[in-house]
Nanobody
């Protein structure tokens, strides 16, 4: 059973930095897209950043030039480095991976981390 475990978020002041990581385990054959979403109460989950298995990057306009997503294929991890944080970045952050797992050739499914709170004070 594939499982994604995120590192702890935290509380930082305006302009601060925070690094989130997410590790996958459990019968993984390969991983395609990895990324991060975030959600605030009452709003839909928003895609923040992603990185494909061939290194293509996506960033939401609101985080470009501040956030950096990276992956380690040997360790099955994805990391989000967040710089120059502002209160609008306050949310629960979820990692996401599309993994192939199971017997034989396996099958592809989407998996989510448990979510971690990031709070930025003004």
């Amino acid at each position: 059973q594939v499982r994604l475990v995120e590192s702890e978020g935290g509380s930082v002041p305006f302009g601060g930095t925070l690094r989130l990581s997410c590790a996958a385990s459990g019968g993984i054959i390969s991983i395609g897209l990895m990324g991060w979403y975030r959600q605030v109460p009452g709003k839909a989950r928003e895609q923040v950043a992603s990185i494909s298995d061939d290194g293509r990057l996506f960033y939401a306009e609101s985080v470009k030039d501040r956030f950096t997503v990276s992956r380690d294929n040997d360790k099955n991890t994805v990391t989000l480095q967040m710089n120059n944080l502002n209160p609008e970045d306050t949310a629960v952050y979820y990692c996401y991976m599309r993994c192939r797992s199971g017997k034989g050739w396996g099958s592809w499914s989407d998996y989510w981390g448990q979510g971690t709170q990031v709070t930025v004070s003004s």
